[in-house]
């Protein structure tokens, strides 16, 4: 059997227009047949129903997303070369985009670095790396070596590999959750799970393997310098904080005074721990508390002590199917944040769902403020670092939108 004689798929006009404008997914009911037997997890050509090849992908009969495309070039092959030539070029465009932040930066954002369904963070020496796709889980062997081997090429000995598969959308490819640090030559574990990183000059301990999703969230990066350039002179409430570095860059910056809120009692110990490592903790304080009853409480008291709120909340829908009600949460805090601050004050807001598409997210301010009686003074609209690409054609990949305002 050559290299290139997988089975044939043949998918619906539909999936084949959604294939040609760059998307990568083929979804249950579009594919219309498979001219032989195959395993979940293998690759298969995929063919217009005229029989002419559109691509080459991950076939998986347990997932909605039946075929996940990995190349639309009839000629490639599938070995270690091609998948070595891949991550170069993923950690190139790191290189390039990111300079003195690669050290510390997501080096393979699945579609949008035609890897489907895997996730792969870079701290320091440490590879944090989620797989999501069956396809890609079958081939852990063989692609883990690739990135020590290519990350050596760049100077960098990688000392610890830790699979984050604790995910339930791994259910839904019929795979098993779970986590662990990835064994092989020259790879360390790290007994309590606690990496140092710095990000914007602040250092950091993340906890890889307890923390939420791969223990730090890359993407915000230049968002945090912005939400921080506002913060000198101000008492600034950060919630959500996670590992506290919305809060950190804004003490950094020299605010007055900043509260770091969080409903994760571990996560504001490890915030806390990171204000110590950064001699902050003078002006900061930390809470464990519920971020809604917190802004209610205050509302009742009519007292609020801050003049810059910081919404980062975690994604409040991963389906379309919640997105009502997400809307309705998402409103619920930001009108509350901008009855709260004083006029003149300050709100930085953000979506991590890309179901939030910006439009929604920029009707539910508009309604928010409409609500709470003030007007929005636009300072800046952000999205994602670059070392989380957004394809045009993919509209997935494009799903953090991040606005600061003056409350006025």
Known sequence: ?????FPKAAVSEKAERAIKSGHPWVYGEEVLSVDREYENGALVDVMTKKGRFLGTGFINDNSKIRIRILSRNANDRFDEDFYFRRIRYAIDYRKAVMGDDFHCCRIIFGEADSFPGLTVDLFEDVLVIQVLSLG???LRNMLF???IKAFAEYGITIRAIMERNDVAIRNKEGLEQYKAFYHCDGLTEIPDGKVHIFENGIKY???IVNGQKTGFFLDQKYNRLAAAKISKGRTVLDCFTHTGAFAL???????KHVTAV???ADAISLTRRNAELNGLTESMDFVVADVFDLLTEMEQRKKCAYDYIILDP???TKSRSTLHSAINGYKAINAKAMKLLPRGGYLATCSCSHFMTDELFRKMLHDAAEDAGVQLRQIEARQQAADHPILWNVPETDYLKFYIFQVV
């Not at 860059?249 to 605010?255: D, E, I, L, R, S």
């Open 1 to 5: 059997m050559s290299m290139r004689d």
């Open 136 to 138: 890609f889980d079958k």
């Open 145 to 147: 070596p690739l990135f």
């Open 205 to 207: 301990e993340i906890d």
């Open 249 to 255: 860059n804004a003490a950094k910056a020299g605010a």
């Open 262 to 264: 969080d409903i994760s």
């Open 314 to 316: 975690p994604a409040f």
